[in-house]
């Protein structure tokens, strides 16, 4: 296993959109495990593939606090989502440091492929809806601060810019 390098805000290659995974082998299942060792070091719950320069459709998703109960979603499809909408808190592993309200389905209901190969379907709401959806917006090639207006958008990849240049991030 290795940690991979996670990109930052604003960095472009953050906006590629991610190829669905024609088959679910040894090399997936390889991704998968690094991907899962970068997202407890860094830490954090969720991860994308597009956010450590992988153009395909993987999520690694942990919410439980003992970091024991990893869940991959491949090629994930979303197939419902309530009218009902929830403001949450978020923060990203691509925008360290940097936290705020965004407005999105309070419930969904997903289809993915697992580490296997097999598909499954889930039902999520809470932290696990925000968290699916927001690694989902990943794989679009769009980051959670879009979500924003221009101005904090362009304030906080001034200050990531900063931060990278200072080696900080």
Known sequence: MAV??????????????????????????????????????????GLAATQVNIH?????????????????????????????????????LSVPDFYDEVLRPAEVKVQALDIDGKEFEIHADGLMAVCIQHEMDHLKGKVFVEYLSSLKRMRIAGKLKKKTKAGVI
């Open 4 to 45: 991979l390098h996670i990109l930052h805000y604003p960095d472009p290659r953050l906006h590629t959109v991610a190829k669905p995974v024609s088959e679910v082998n040894e090399k997936i299942r390889a991704l998968v495990k690094d991907m899962a060792q970068t997202m407890y070091e860094a830490p954090g719950i």
């Open 56 to 92: 395909q459709q993987i999520i690694v998703i942990d919410l439980s606090d003992e970091r024991d109960q990893l869940q991959v979603f491949i090629n994930p499809k979303l197939v419902w989502a309530s009218e009902e909408k929830k403001v949450w808190q978020e923060g990203c």
